[in-house]
Nanobody, 128 residues
Framework: QVQLVESGGGLVQAGGSQRLSCVVS????????MGWFRQAPGKERTFVAA????????YYADSVKGRFTVSRDNAKNTMYLQMNNLKPEDTAVYYC?????????????????????WGQGTQVTVSS
């Protein structure tokens, strides 16, 4: 059984950096895409970034382009989200997610309904 465990959240000042990790335990052969989403208090969960597992292609939300970077370490079965120049509006619980289904269009990478497995989330708080 595949499980996702996020870590690395915490309190950071605006303009600072934070790196989140998502460790994937279990079989990975059926993974098609991995995603990062976030949910601010009282708001819906929204797309941050996604990684197509086969070739490493990455997709970003416009709000984080140029500030956030997704990477992975295959040997450690870990996906990372490097967040730089953080802003108070980045405050949220960050979740990693996995989809085992093939996406037919680029727009599907940002659709949380396409991801069937989720981690428990890690809180990131950016102070002004």
């Amino acid at each position: 059984q595949v499980q996702l465990v996020e870590s690395g959240g915490g309190l950071v000042q605006a303009g600072g950096s934070q790196r989140l990790s998502c460790v994937v335990s279990g079989r990975l052969f059926s993974t098609y895409a991995m995603g990062w989403f976030r949910q601010a208090p009282g708001k819906e969960r929204t797309f941050v970034a996604a990684l197509r597992w086969s070739d490493g292609r990455i997709y970003y939300a416009d709000s984080v382009k140029g500030r956030f970077t997704v990477s992975r370490d295959n040997a450690k079965n870990t996906m990372y989200l490097q967040m730089n120049n953080l802003k108070p509006e980045d405050t949220a619980v960050y979740y990693c997610a996995r989809s085992s289904e093939i996406f037919r269009a680029d727009t599907e990478y940002s659709d949380l309904r396409r991801y069937e497995l989720w981690g428990q989330g890690t809180q990131v708080t950016v102070s002004s």
